[in-house]
């Protein structure tokens, strides 16, 4: 009986030892420690604020003609030019989360110490979505404020109180995270570094150009479910959105995509050797 009590805790402590925080905090001293992180997202930040900055100090508004007026978008002129870089920034870090332990080989330690592949992998997805959905929305409002500060009279400024303008500011924030856990699954996928980056490029920029040679109808029936067209109409509080999503459908349909290129990661992860 005694013996039993003692394996019985044994395997109690075990599992605890092996469970969600403890994978968590053991992901989250691997992201903060590597030094990739804090290049790429200082790389984030400048290119966010800088870019945000630099297109707006520039829009030239007086020499606009009044169509072009009536539907300029300070609010997404700040945001959209930053985010263009933001979304690779934000792949590449995804990527690496995972891939850089597959060529390290550091990945069969981390699966000794929590066999649980499933686990890790979404220990991996909720540190990762922590840490750049924090970083994207300081520095998504950040941006925002700074490019309004640098807009030039006497082009109209925009406010958060205005419709729309918060929720572009949120969207913006919350896109680069939504980025990086689908380059996360895409590396889960992949295993490789370059291949992975190369699917997130592909992804985010080339698709576009893929679309184009379609006829217009289907071209413009792709396109919208796009994660870079999604992000740049969401981030719209002036100009009309029609035929595109809106922006909550938008939300909705990257966070499946998300889930989904992370359901297959933690799959294909189960199943093959490290």
Known sequence: M????HTHRADGHTRD???????????WRKLRTVRSTGWILAAFAAGLIGLSVLALSHEGYPQLSAADRASFDPTRDSL???L?????????????????????????ATLAAAPRRALVLAAKAAVLGAVMLAAGEILALAAFLAGQAALPAPAPRAALGQPGVLRAVLMAGAYPALIALIGLGLGAVIRHTAGAICAV???????????????????DGLVRFLPEQIAALSLTAVRPAAPALSPAVGLG??????????????????????
């Open 2 to 5: 005694t013996t039993t009590t």
């Open 17 to 27: 030892a092996y469970g969600f925080r403890t994978v968590a905090r053991m992901e």
């Open 80 to 82: 959209f030019t930053g």
């Open 84 to 108: 263009l870089l933001g979304q690779l920034l934000a792949g590449v870090l995804g990527t690496l989360t995972i891939t850089s332990e597959f060529s390290s080989g550091m990945i069969r």
């Open 201 to 219: 490029v592909v992804g985010l920029f080339l698709l576009p150009l893929l679309i184009a040679p379609l006829g217009a109808s289907a071209k």
């Open 253 to 274: 349909l990257l966070c499946g995509y998300a889930a989904a290129a992370l359901a297959v990661g933690a799959w294909l992860l189960a199943r093959r050797d490290a």
